[in-house]
């Protein structure tokens, strides 16, 4: 998979001069488009034929579709964000199922590439580049009775248990399909988001559907780890694709001691969607002072308390003045910590949210929390266990909805996703 | 005012030789910020003080908050924005009015200069520089009641006509003050919104609040005009700050023929805020032709039906093989057209909004159209007037809020933005 490239700074030199994955995607701008797109970029001022299209480096990252895995799941965070479920209508089933997959990954894979959508194009995108664009699909436990595949349901998928500090709302929970959009411009992710919609069609209706957010490249000053909403570091602990064992715990096996019924999520991975709601009032009242011990991090750099950088190990067993441990039995960090929990099992790739005002006057927002394991039960499960018996940060957010879904592989050239169970 | 540079291809080359505007914005990121920003940045793998430090053009562009006018008004659009209006508490009046605003300019200056705020700064923007942020402030209506300040009302404050497709949403609507931040990064967005509420204390309280974006910079090959959630190209008759009477139709004048009273607007201007909402669904299911008439330009390029390009002039007399105007004496181009109107009196700075699924099930989305004018009566009033009567374009969209505001001047070094009406 072409991975999308965080560095924007892609002088006009080194553009025209080495062409690198990023420069090739930029040149390859003039050569997309039907006939809606190519003719705006004709009669545009400085189309991409000329050097001006090739400095639209932002515009012009393009992420792959087809491959081993599925974009958007080890794809550098975008600015915006879509997720979506939907359920089957009424009377669709498996042949109805795999006739969407299949339009929907045609539609995500001219969309990826800059290109607009095949028959009438909403238009919402022309001008702009691919910007990073992923569409990631996903079947959730409901969708294998709907398709009649029970069967070949993995047992990863059997729902997750009930956490003491869930407060669920079930109709923006589960679902039977489920769509993540990412993209760096707002307009290029929502032409995809109303694309797919349209060609959902007769055969499914949305479920729910949620928006977010990541900052935008080249906010910071170098490529650093997100923060959330609370300000907070969030994602220090996520496993590093360069890491030996990354796809071992992030994608099932291609071929592996599974049953062999299961072989068609071989290079899928397992995503758990939970909308977690923010207390931001509650948390800006806490001084800065009392935030770093919920969380066990200093909030500037997000290093550890017992000092370092943001990457130091967490001493954890160093104890202070007053004889307690530094980092407090109950901060965040201790209780999430991978080496506290048989290693990083999952890497979580979150967008966040922010939908106004709630009815009681406080903030709507906080963190779509996505998260990617081969296997829940060794990687969302047990770390939220433990969250939820004894997190110190959990009197500040609220986990609102949940979704367990079944991601398969990245499609071979001209399959669709999904394709090997719905016609395996 | 320094603009920001909507040019996001600065090469290493060209910011380390010479120092334009953005490359001194890039250049000053390193001496900003409070305790808190600084340690982050120094703890950074490559901070500020490094060379990757000059390289976060978007992140380091940086808008002036004192001067002639405030920012957010002819700064570029930014990617995300939020707008919100607030009612004074009960029992406030003009001295905490008054007091509000020098807390809030404070605030709008540090953050605009890419500084944490006073006190306890949430830390969400921490890493990122400026990244085009800007905060504008305006009086409604009301405001000058709850401050014993009618006499100093300029009646351009008058309530806006009603229009007979208004399905105004008086909680949505006008509002003491209000506050419209925009930033190229949502993460320095929300944090503005969220510091700006916070001191507003016991002041003032939200009345309405609502989220946009438009198109990140270096999206496009080259900046072009935008394009909404329709699909259409929006702005093209924008007038441009070159233009020799732009000033004069855009602010009001320093020392004009107006009242006395009414001095302090000098190098003001007012702000017509509608949340519009389309009906994307119904709009999706014209066909292109269909779109194109109604809107009466192409919609790939933006060029009149009667052709040429996105600038040329539309010629509105010329008559089709069918014997009626190629034109068509409803589409909203020829209606809503500068030379329609006694020329273009307003600037229309808009973001789009989505906001998910409304209860009927279609998309909460469309516009936040904002307009900036020296005389709504001489703005946006005649146009809309027309419009409303028979624009093609009016039963695709709906106005479901709308708010008029009296922008202050910028502020001069050390006041703050409305001191001349309330110490005046």
Redesign the interface.
Known sequence: MTESNPD??????RLLGTVGAAGAAGLA?GATGGA??H???D??????S?S????????ATQVAFDGEHQAGITTPLQ??GHVLAFDLAPGAGRKEAAALMRRWSDTARLLMAGKPASG?????A????P?SLTVTFGFGHSFFERTGLTSRRPTALDPLPDFSADRLDAQRSNGDLWVQIGA?????A?HAL?ALQ?EAGEAAR?RW???G??????????P?TA?N????IDGTGNPKPAQPDFDKRIFVPAAGPGPAEHAWMGGGSYAVVRRIRML?DDW?KQ??AQQEQVIGRT???G?PLTGG??TTKMALDKIGPDGKPVIASNAHARISAPEQNGGAAMLRRPF?F????AAD?T?D?GLLFICWQADPLRGFVPVQRKLDRGDALSEFIRHESSGLYAVPPGPRDGEYVGQRLLEG
Do not use: C, W, Y
């Open positions: 924007i700074e892609i002088s006009r030199r701008l809606l797109a003719s705006a970029f009669d545009s001022p400085a189309g991409a000329g001006a299209g090739s400095l639209a480096s932002l515009g600015a915006k009438a194009d909403s238009g919402i022309l001008d702009a580049g910007s760096d411009d707002g307009l290029v929502f109303r349209k949305v559907q949620m928006n957010f990541n900052r935008s490249p080249g906010a910071t000053a170098a650093m923060r909403l609370m300000g907070q931001l800006d001084s800065l909030k500037a750099t290093a950088t943001e966040s922010h939908d106004g005002i006057g903030p927002a």
